[in-house]
């Protein structure tokens, strides 16, 4: 019971990429081939958001929900790591047509075939883990 704010946040999350269409498989793919601006809109807007929320944390010293200060790693100067995760990361969105939230919402949009990509996804993130301490990080 008490974790059912989260259960609506996410409904609300949902509502919002439903809506704002980017679980769209169309609108990923415009954007990739530099069609529409309408992803860049979105991806834009969620950067300034989290950009304002992290000063905002860094400012006032919040807390998460259970009270544990939120700890902030320095930067990394490692340019080649980041262009690698990254292309992986998009490698992985445009063959898919969906990154990590929106995924779970096709499923509950209906799309079935999204249960293959979020299980795949899963599979990822546990190698990921088996193998984490071979990488360089």
Same mark, same amino acid.
């Given at each position: 019971?008490?974790?059912?704010?989260?259960?609506?946040?996410?409904?609300?999350?949902?509502?919002?990429?439903?809506?704002?269409?980017?679980?769209?498989?169309? =609108?990923?793919?415009?954007?990739? =081939?530099?069609?529409?601006? +309408?992803? %860049?809109?979105?991806?834009?807007?969620?950067?300034?958001?989290?950009?304002?929320?992290? /000063? @905002?944390?860094? =400012?006032?010293?919040?807390?998460?929900?259970?009270?544990?200060?939120?700890?902030? /790693?320095? !930067?990394?100067?490692?340019?080649? =790591? %980041?262009? @690698?995760?990254?292309?992986?990361?998009?490698?992985?969105? /445009?063959?898919?047509?969906?990154?990590?939230?929106?995924?779970?919402?096709?499923?509950? %949009?209906?799309?079935?075939?999204?249960? /293959?990509?979020?299980?795949?996804?899963?599979?990822?993130?546990?190698?990921?883990?088996?193998?984490?301490? !071979?990488?360089? +990080?």
């Amino acid at each position: 019971m008490k974790f059912i704010k989260f259960l609506f946040v996410g409904i609300l999350f949902g509502i919002v990429m439903a809506k704002s269409q980017a679980l769209s498989w169309y =609108r990923i793919q415009e954007m990739f =081939r530099f069609q529409s601006f +309408h992803m %860049y809109g979105i991806i834009g807007t969620a950067v300034v958001i989290g950009v304002i929320g992290t /000063a @905002l944390i860094k =400012r006032f010293g919040w807390k998460d929900y259970q009270g544990n200060e939120i700890p902030f /790693a320095p !930067k990394e100067k490692s340019f080649w =790591r %980041y262009l @690698l995760g990254g292309s992986i990361f998009g490698l992985g969105w /445009a063959l898919s047509g969906a990154c990590p939230g929106p995924m779970v919402v096709n499923i509950g %949009y209906g799309f079935v075939s999204f249960i /293959a990509v979020v299980f795949f996804a899963v599979v990822g993130t546990y190698v990921y883990g088996l193998i984490q301490d !071979k990488l360089p +990080h």
